[in-house]
């Protein structure tokens, strides 16, 4: 489903949002993923340690793990945005059957 | 061999890690702006409590991804800088080896008696190649100290936004956009976070002046070399005189200004600097009793021959001039009042000093025939292995 256009109703821009949350998710695992290979690129030239070297290692280290950290956060995201959802037609369902009972 | 000639990471495989963050940057950033369109749309249809909570915790996560987006040009800026910069210093060890060879064939040639027409160039690009080592280390270590403060926040942040909202409190305490977020950074890497040193923005600038290499040697890493004279007079001239370095004359008795004080070209860092050597003000035997229990604190060795050198306050030295090593017996250090900054300083100043003293004891307490350019470099070479050693021991205080 695309994001780029307003949808006419709650669930279907709540199903766009927790995409957009999900990609966003993947899109951070996959930089820590290209970050490491990056780093690991540079451990592996001549003497890449010391100091200095070793401090942006460390660095790179911790990137890598809070852009996976971030990732799950966001994926977490997308699947309270689709609960949300979901409680939303639930809700819907429910009026609904409330009003036809009542008419 | 050596330790400046020994073998640094390869500069093309750090631009090819450049530009590896480059492209990642540019497959993550675009999703900022989805995740940022699609919540803007969506709270066109969606009210309440719950839609208030997400609305939260997406500002904290944007506010996040944008630090990501900053981290990943500053990393790939950095990187591109420190290709080239180990680049550089490649080729200048290449030519330190080339002097050394070309030493050996005209010794042949000459059977020994003009081996000394390349000691000159051979030390001062041992200077340089130490010089540009220590900046690399430096840019590194600042960007590291810079980028995980920053990171440290943003785990706060995540934590926040994971308790939906607690840690909105902090974000909203912060004022940044991603970008402001990136340029703080920036401030931070190239302005002085590390050893309190100022490093230009601008990558050629850091590659060329900030180091003392200048174009010349930049013009050789990117392919360009001129001829090695050329090169040589301007290595020197910059690494002696552009960025600070002033050889002096040993003709005057005295090595000139030692320029140790490399965050000066910031003027309010100078006026600072000026206030407190104001404060820290002492009489001449105080400035000395200071010198010798520095020397004993940190065990430099002020003896030369098995006889003690003697330390001297010179109020009239500039502040850029810490120390100077008059010709003459009894041997006998000068010392100004821009030795006396710190520990650091100070124990620097008289280890390269004592190198000078031990350089005018093989020469019968006289200058003559011995040009700067030889004399300066192992003092130098001293004065900043101490300095490391200090750094580490020490936390450069």
């Given at each position: 489903?695309?994001?780029?256009?307003?949808?006419?109703?709650?669930p279907?821009?709540?199903?766009?949002m927790?995409?957009?949350?999900?990609?966003?998710?993947e899109?951070a695992?996959?930089?820590?993923?290209?970050v490491?290979?990056?780093h690991?690129a540079?451990?592996g030239?001549?003497?890449w340690?010391g100091?200095g070297?070793?401090d942006?290692s460390?660095?790179?280290?911790?990137?890598?793990?809070?852009?996976?950290?971030f990732?799950n956060?966001?994926q977490?995201l997308?699947?309270s945005?689709?609960?949300?959802k979901?409680n939303?037609?639930?809700?819907n369902?429910t009026?609904?059957?409330?009003l036809?009972?009542?008419? | 061999?050596?330790?400046f000639?020994?073998?640094?990471p390869d500069?093309?495989?750090?631009?090819?890690?450049?530009?590896?963050?480059?492209?990642?940057?540019?497959a993550?950033s675009?999703?900022?702006?989805?995740v940022?369109?699609?919540?803007?749309?969506t709270?066109i249809?969606?009210?309440?409590n719950d839609?208030t909570?997400h609305?939260?915790?997406?500002?904290?996560t944007q506010?996040a991804?944008?630090?990501?987006a900053?981290w990943?040009?500053?990393l790939?800026?950095?990187f591109q800088?420190l290709?080239?910069?180990?680049?550089?210093i490649f080729?200048l060890?290449?030519?330190?080896?080339?002097?050394?060879?070309a030493?050996?064939i005209?010794g042949?040639f000459?059977?020994?008696?003009d081996?000394?027409?390349?000691e000159?160039?051979a030390?001062?690009?041992a200077?340089v190649?130490?010089g540009?080592?220590?900046?690399v280390?430096?840019?590194l270590?600042a960007?590291a100290?810079?980028?995980?403060s920053?990171?440290?926040?943003a785990?706060?942040?995540i934590?926040?936004?994971t308790?939906l909202?607690v840690?909105i409190?902090?974000v909203?305490?912060?004022?940044l956009?991603?970008w402001?977020?990136?340029l703080?950074?920036?401030?931070d890497?190239?302005?002085?976070?590390g050893?309190g040193?100022?490093?230009?923005?601008d990558?050629l600038?850091?590659?060329?002046?900030?180091v003392g290499?200048?174009q010349?040697?930049?013009?050789?890493?990117l392919g360009?070399?001129?001829?090695v004279?050329?090169?040589?007079?301007?290595?020197t001239?910059?690494?002696?005189?552009?960025?600070?370095?002033?050889s002096?004359?040993?003709?005057?008795?005295d090595?000139g200004?030692?320029?140790?004080?490399?965050?000066?070209?910031?003027?309010?860092?100078?006026?600072?600097?000026?206030?407190?050597?104001a404060?820290?003000?002492?009489t001449?035997?105080?400035?000395i009793?200071?010198a010798?229990?520095?020397?004993?604190k940190?065990?430099?060795?002020?003896t030369?021959?098995?006889?003690?050198v003697?330390l001297?306050?010179?109020p009239?030295?500039?502040?850029e001039?810490?120390?100077?090593?008059?010709?003459?017996y009894?041997?006998?250090i000068n010392?100004?009042?821009?030795?006396?900054t710190d520990?650091?300083?100070l124990?620097g100043?008289?280890v390269?000093?004592?190198?000078h003293?031990?350089?005018?004891?093989?020469?019968?307490?006289?200058?003559?025939g011995?040009?700067?350019?030889?004399?300066?470099?192992?003092a130098?070479a001293a004065?900043y292995e101490?300095?490391?050693?200090?750094?580490a021991?020490?936390?450069?205080?």
């Amino acid at each position: 489903m695309s994001s780029g256009e307003i949808k006419l109703t709650v669930p279907e821009q709540l199903d766009a949002m927790s995409q957009a949350h999900r990609a966003h998710g993947e899109a951070a695992h996959a930089a820590a993923e290209q970050v490491n290979s990056g780093h690991q690129a540079l451990q592996g030239t001549t003497n890449w340690s010391g100091p200095g070297f070793d401090d942006i290692s460390g660095f790179l280290n911790q990137f890598v793990s809070h852009l996976h950290a971030f990732g799950n956060l966001k994926q977490t995201l997308a699947t309270s945005v689709t609960q949300a959802k979901e409680n939303s037609v639930n809700a819907n369902t429910t009026n609904a059957q409330n009003l036809t009972t009542q008419g | 061999m050596t330790w400046f000639m020994d073998p640094m990471p390869d500069g093309d495989t750090v631009h090819q890690v450049a530009a590896s963050m480059r492209t990642v940057q540019g497959a993550y950033s675009p999703h900022i702006q989805t995740v940022q369109t699609t919540h803007d749309q969506t709270v066109i249809v969606w009210g309440g409590n719950d839609s208030t909570a997400h609305t939260q915790v997406t500002t904290a996560t944007q506010q996040a991804s944008q630090e990501h987006a900053g981290w990943l040009v500053a990393l790939a800026d950095t990187f591109q800088v420190l290709g080239t910069l180990l680049k550089i210093i490649f080729v200048l060890q290449m030519a330190w080896l080339a002097i050394q060879a070309a030493t050996v064939i005209w010794g042949i040639f000459t059977a020994g008696l003009d081996a000394l027409v390349t000691e000159g160039p051979a030390a001062a690009l041992a200077v340089v190649i130490q010089g540009m080592r220590q900046m690399v280390v430096s840019l590194l270590t600042a960007l590291a100290k810079a980028l995980a403060s920053r990171l440290v926040q943003a785990g706060v942040l995540i934590g926040g936004a994971t308790g939906l909202g607690v840690g909105i409190n902090t974000v909203e305490s912060q004022h940044l956009s991603g970008w402001q977020a990136f340029l703080t950074i920036a401030g931070d890497t190239f302005t002085g976070a590390g050893a309190g040193m100022t490093i230009a923005l601008d990558p050629l600038a850091l590659a060329g002046t900030g180091v003392g290499v200048g174009q010349v040697a930049t013009q050789s890493a990117l392919g360009n070399p001129t001829d090695v004279q050329s090169a040589f007079n301007l290595i020197t001239f910059d690494t002696f005189a552009a960025s600070g370095f002033d050889s002096g004359d040993p003709a005057n008795g005295d090595l000139g200004p030692i320029e140790r004080n490399r965050d000066l070209s910031d003027e309010e860092a100078y006026q600072q600097y000026l206030q407190r050597m104001a404060q820290q003000a002492q009489t001449p035997e105080q400035y000395i009793a200071q010198a010798y229990q520095t020397a004993e604190k940190y065990g430099i060795d002020l003896t030369v021959n098995g006889e003690p050198v003697q330390l001297a306050f010179d109020p009239n030295k500039a502040l850029e001039n810490p120390g100077g090593t008059p010709e003459g017996y009894p041997p006998t250090i000068n010392l100004g009042r821009g030795a006396f900054t710190d520990d650091r300083m100070l124990g620097g100043t008289l280890v390269h000093e004592m190198v000078h003293i031990r350089q005018l004891a093989e020469n019968g307490w006289v200058w003559k025939g011995l040009p700067t350019e030889v004399v300066e470099p192992p003092a130098y070479a001293a004065q900043y292995e101490w300095e490391a050693w200090f750094d580490a021991n020490f936390g450069g205080k």
